[in-house]
């Protein structure tokens, strides 16, 4: 079974400073990626998805993550936060191929300071 | 389109008393999850299942807990009797085949326990 760690669990940045969020997995096979994001009070929402081809992926609000096969990451990354960037990340992978069935991280929480 | 649909969005009730969570999925989707989401655990999952069977409900944490998929459009998650431990949110997710397990979440159902 695969697992899914997120090293930093709160993170607090000021307005317009870059963000590096990890997301570490473990799984011997190849996978589906995922992050979603969680604003305050609402559901998650998908932020960006990689299932093969480019490993840097593009997605939403300025996010971006790249896939790093040999240290099986995939970090989340945006040049420069803004305080509606606030909300809690998960990463979520699963087994390409399989049942699909996702394993989550348990979240950053992300503080941005106007 | 509608998104995932739940209901109630707010339960409070007092413990011992039946809950019963409802979801409604997106229309052609084949798989739906339930999610609980607490501050100790982060989001678990309960049950999954495909084409409205249950594949997997090792997530389910005891007897207390059951939940039906009757038609591809309807999930009901039970709770009886139910516990102050119980309180959380849970949250339905559904996906389609070929979308390698992207998960639309619904806007979550927020159960208090008293």
């Known amino acids: 079974a695969q697992s899914v760690s997120q090293h930093n669990h709160h993170v607090i940045l000021s307005e317009a400073a870059s963000l590096e969020l990890g997301c570490n997995y473990s799984?011997?096979?190849?996978?589906?990626l995922f992050w979603y994001v969680q604003y305050p009070g609402q559901h998650l929402q998908l932020l960006l998805k990689y299932f093969s081809g480019d490993p840097l992926v593009k997605g939403i609000k300025g996010f971006e993550a790249e896939f790093i096969k040999s240290k099986f990451s995939f970090n989340l990354r945006k040049p420069s936060v803004q305080w509606s960037d606030t909300a809690e990340y998960f990463c979520a992978v699963n087994a390409a191929g399989g049942s699909y069935i996702p394993t989550f991280g348990r979240g950053t929480s992300l503080i941005v300071h106007p | 389109d509608a998104g995932v649909i739940q209901s109630p969005r707010h339960e409070v009730t007092e413990m011992g008393q039946e809950v019963t969570l409802r979801c409604k999925p997106i229309s052609g989707h084949n798989s739906l999850f339930w999610y609980r989401q607490t501050m100790m655990r982060g989001l678990e999952l309960l049950i999954y299942?495909?084409?409205?069977?249950?594949?997997?409900d090792s997530g389910m944490p005891e007897d207390r807990f059951s939940a039906k998929m009757p038609n591809a459009s309807f999930s009901t998650l039970k709770i009886q009797p139910s516990e102050p431990r119980d309180s959380a949110v849970y949250f339905c997710a559904s996906s389609y085949a070929s979308g390698f397990g992207e998960l639309f979440f619904g806007e979550g159902s927020r159960l208090t326990v008293l």
């Open positions: 799984y011997g096979g190849t996978v589906n």
């Open positions: 299942f495909n084409n409205n069977v249950p594949i997997d």
